[in-house]
């Protein structure tokens, strides 16, 4: 069975990290390692670490730049990335091994699922998502990604960029190997869809896609992503 490394970005997400720590903690089968990379340099972080006996990594405040950092030091066969707000189905990690076992993958993600509240738009958007990914768009960072470690290194690992790091990471894997679809689901916190209005956000979530798509940086989109300037990217780079 291949040993797994888990590797977390973290960004003042202490309360979210600490109930994803104590899901891993308590699922039967554990992982070799869990590498947390801290954006924040927050002490509250590194203490909710030394609580459960984890790796704790500061790093610059960019996604890209947290995950290389986290995958550098990992030492498992398998690095399994989570996103710090994610909830685990009940036991994940028999699936992510039987994926290299029986199916020959080099690596693979969870199916997209929305925690709690649960209505009949989530529902349309887990079906949508599913079906992106199925027919060649890039499943994204929260729901789970994993890939050998060797594929890792061969591949280039993540884009060091705020967003959309994990495009080019998943586009070499699939020019590797099989890059699975695992049924099990992870549970992606609603909180910015609640906030922003489920098709809203969808709907400037596609538009980043866009943007990138169409030659915009990720650090430019970031910017316009946290100051809530979505709209400006068809106005003024498309």
């Given at each position: 069975?291949?040993?797994?490394?888990?590797?977390i970005?973290?960004?003042?997400?202490?309360?979210?990290?600490?109930?994803?720590?104590?899901?891993?903690?308590?699922?039967q089968?554990?992982?070799?390692?869990?590498?947390?990379?801290?954006?924040?340099?927050?002490?509250?972080?590194?203490?909710?670490?030394?609580?459960?006996?984890?790796?704790?990594l500061?790093?610059e405040p960019?996604?890209g730049?947290?995950?290389?950092?986290?995958a550098?030091?990992?030492?498992?066969?398998?690095?399994w990335?989570?996103h710090a707000?994610?909830?685990?189905?009940?036991d994940?990690?028999?699936?992510?091994?039987?994926?290299?076992?029986?199916?020959?993958?080099?690596g693979?993600?969870?199916r997209?699922r929305?925690?709690?509240?649960?209505?009949?738009?989530t529902?349309?958007?887990?079906f949508?998502?599913?079906?992106r990914?199925?027919?060649?768009?890039?499943?994204?960072?929260?729901?789970?990604?994993?890939?050998?470690r060797?594929?890792?290194?061969?591949?280039g690992g993540?884009?060091?960029?705020?967003l959309f790091?994990?495009?080019?990471?998943?586009?070499?894997?699939?020019c590797?190997?099989?890059f699975?679809?695992?049924?099990?689901?992870?549970?992606?916190?609603?909180?910015?869809?609640?906030?922003?209005?489920?098709?809203?956000?969808?709907?400037?979530?596609?538009?980043?896609?866009?943007?990138?798509?169409?030659?915009v940086?990720?650090h430019?989109l970031a910017?316009?992503?946290?100051?809530?300037?979505?709209?400006?990217?068809?106005?003024?780079h498309?």
């Open positions: 069975m291949p040993s797994v490394s888990v590797i970005p973290c960004y003042q997400d202490e309360a979210e990290l600490a109930r994803l720590l104590n899901q891993l903690h308590k699922l089968n554990h992982p070799l390692e869990i590498i947390v990379v801290d954006g924040a340099d927050s002490k509250k972080c590194r203490e909710i670490c030394n609580q459960y006996h984890v790796l704790w500061s790093s960019c996604r730049q947290q995950l290389l950092a986290g550098a030091l990992a030492q498992g066969d398998v690095l990335f989570l707000d994610a909830r685990l189905p009940a994940p990690l028999p699936a992510i091994t039987a994926a290299f076992e029986q199916g020959a993958a080099v693979g993600y969870f997209f929305f925690d709690a509240p649960r209505t009949w738009s529902l349309v958007l887990e949508a998502i599913a079906l990914c199925r027919f060649g768009g890039v499943p994204y960072g929260d729901q789970g990604l994993f890939i050998s060797q594929t890792y290194i061969q591949v993540h884009a060091p960029w705020p790091e994990e495009v080019p990471l998943v586009r070499g894997a699939r590797m190997g099989k699975l679809s695992l049924r099990e689901p992870i549970f992606v916190d609603s909180r910015r869809w609640q906030r922003d209005g489920w098709w809203q956000c969808t709907w400037n979530n596609r538009k980043l896609a866009l943007g990138f798509a169409c030659g940086t990720p430019d910017l316009l992503y946290h100051s809530r300037n979505i709209s400006k990217i068809t106005k003024t498309l």
